[in-house]
């Protein structure tokens, strides 16, 4: 009978180093709000900054937001 040694992994995150991963997070995070200020800033009637806070809650509260913002 032949013995064999099975395949066993070091652990979850071997090979998995932390620089890229932390890029990679702060590069989605910072690119997601520059995108949402982005959208919200041509969603607005009067732009992101020369809207009132009710003008906002509105927004906020339309179905139209709410339909682009799912897949997000």
Do not use: K, Q
């Not at 932390?22 to 607005?44: C, E, K, S």
């Not at 992101?48 to 997000?72: T, Y």
């Amino acid at each position: 009978m032949d013995s064999f040694d099975p395949i066993e992994p070091h652990g979850i995150s071997h090979g998995i180093r932390a620089r890229p991963v932390i890029r990679g997070f702060l590069w989605d995070t910072g690119l997601t709000i520059v995108f949402g200020l982005l959208l919200a800033h041509y969603l607005l009637p009067n732009g992101l900054f020369g809207s009132g806070e009710s003008e906002m809650d509105a927004l906020f509260a339309s179905a139209e937001f709410n339909l682009i913002f799912l897949p997000i």
